[in-house]
């Protein structure tokens, strides 16, 4: 029986609630380049561009809706410590807000959050809901200096020890819907494996991980996800 559980989710858990991937033929990236929107360099060159890509990325968030792959997470978090008495770690490389939706709590948001903004003169990190811009004042400092609360491409993702300590405390590593391309994350299944956990992806098809992974569930999250999550909370463990 295992324990200790960490789950990373990636775009493709949210794909099927109707939020766009980044890494695909119709994926964000390929409507955006990652240097106008998501660098450090892309802010300071041209504020209002990012501001206004988060700003539609935010309100397209209002109407979409978790699918069973949230739901089911959010239910293992909720049991498996009643039931197991071992606690489930949720890591997310999102930056929607379905997981909370589902009910999911202590979400750990590593690429930062699109319903949360970051005052860049005192520090402060809080829940946002609406528009940015440039002259958007911070509700701490009064400052200008707000940015979209998200960790751009060469930027240090949040959350890091905690991350790590969850990875060696884990002996179950569930990798959901990530392309596995982008570091740090893309490590987390070979580092939580040599930590001794057994580590499964769930994908529509091999990630550029695969290989690391013990095992991989490969369909559509919102039905390989409620299944496993189910015989996980029967027995404490599943078959392969
Ligand atoms: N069920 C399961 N997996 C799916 C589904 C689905 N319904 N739909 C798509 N996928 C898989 C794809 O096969 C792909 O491997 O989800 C993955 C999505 O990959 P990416 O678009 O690269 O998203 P992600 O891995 O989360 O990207 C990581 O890159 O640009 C950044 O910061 C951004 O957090 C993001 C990071």
Redesign the pocket.
Known sequence: MYKNIVILT????S??SGIP????ET???ETEK?EDV?THEAILRNPSRVHNFYNRLRANLQDKKPNA?HYAIANLQKLWPQKFAGKVTLVT???DNLHEKAGSFDIIHM?GALMSIFCTNCGHHYEFDGDSSTKSVCAFCGKTALRPDI?F?GEMPYFMDEISDALQKCDLFLA???????YP?AVFCSFARDMGARCVE????K?AQATNFTDGIY????L?VPKFCEELLLNGTFLN
């Open positions: 990636g775009a493709g858990i794909a099927e991937v980044f890494r695909s994926g964000l990236w990652v998501c792959a490389q999102n930056v690429h960790v491409f959901i819907g990530t392309s596995g391309v982008v994350a769930f994908n529509l098809e990630s369909g559509k999250a919102s390989t």
